[in-house]
């Protein structure tokens, strides 16, 4: 079989570029090994152009954002599928002086489109709020696991699609490009997510991978149809099913749920919510974050038409459709990458 493309890795960065590559009449052959702990299949998907303590708009904001809300929906029409939640996001305020810091702020008509610092109805009567809460506009949640499965089902179909863990070692450079087993492809664009770091080639490069822990509950008496974010955030997912997390650990990086994990959420849940609730699931994943926090992006130094995309971090759902398209136009229009996400960096300078 001969290809335009060859990509490793079937999470969100992996199935939104192959999708993107097939628009432009790519022949693309994607390999993954379905891993049920990968990053975007434990992920809640939380999309949110404001965050941090400050409050501040992320990187690239207006362009991400705006494409995100186009792209999602259409890409549920093509896919047949339903995983894309526009949801506003009520941040609780932990202190008055916090609310007030925040008001001040966001009274500002250049946030209008952003924020909403009054919202006109409380409707957290079952949260803990007392000092009240501002809403994000444009944001929501992308049901992350749903859309890799349609997208699987998608490349199945079109039969490019194989479930193999990829093995590095067959991997042969040619004349004409590369090989792997019985496909031959012009180039190969790796997107494993956090477990780059076993990549030859790039492998090396400063990924700085974050252990992340989520909870699954339900609660027939919350009716909360709004995410709310504080120290932590509850998702709600529909019927009774809320999703909270998440924790950020950068010291122990294993996949494997913990104690601590599970304590830290429940209490700030218990302190949170005022209607009982049960919890029903427990997962922890590797976000791929990379030292500066912004992605990796770009062909390898040396080996030619050998490609990276990956470094997505927290912010897979919001960066990958832009990044994408940007990718390819460097891939196919030979279009400069933007040096916050070119890969190169990091290359020693001189
Ligand atoms: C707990 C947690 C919560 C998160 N919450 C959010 C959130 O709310 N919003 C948000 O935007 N992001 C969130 N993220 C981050 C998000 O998950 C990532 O940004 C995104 O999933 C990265 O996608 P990816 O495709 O680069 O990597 P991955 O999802 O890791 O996908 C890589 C794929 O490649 C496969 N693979 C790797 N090596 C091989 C190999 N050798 N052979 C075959 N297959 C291979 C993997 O198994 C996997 O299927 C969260 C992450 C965690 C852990």
Redesign the pocket.
Known sequence: MTVDYLL????????ILSCELLKQKKKIFL?????PN??????????NPVTGRRMVHTWMANELFTLAHSYYPTLEAELGANFFHPQPLHYLFSSVKESNDLHAKFGDVEFADWINPNPAENYLSEIHAPLGFLELKQAG??H?ANMLEAFRNYFEKKQCYLQ?????DKLKQTSAGWEYGPVKADAVIF??????T?NPWFGHLPFKPV????ITFKSDKLSLASIVKQHYWIIPQGNGIFKC???FDFNRIDEMPTKEALNELETWLTKTVKVPFEIIHH??????AVLDRRPLLGEHATCKNLFIF???????????PFLAGHFIGYLTHKNDLMPEVNHQRFMPRG
Request: net charge neutral; aromatic share 12%.
């Open positions: 490793v890795g079937q999470g969100i960065a992996g199935s390999i993954d090994n379905y891993y990968s990053s975007s299949r434990v992920a809640a998907g939380l999309f949640w992308c992350v193999e863990e990829f093995n590095y997107c494993e997510g956090a477990r780059a076993a252990k992340g822990e989520i997390g998440a924790t997962q922890a994943a590797i976000r791929p990956n470094g997505f971090g927290s912010k897979g759902v919001s960066l990958t």
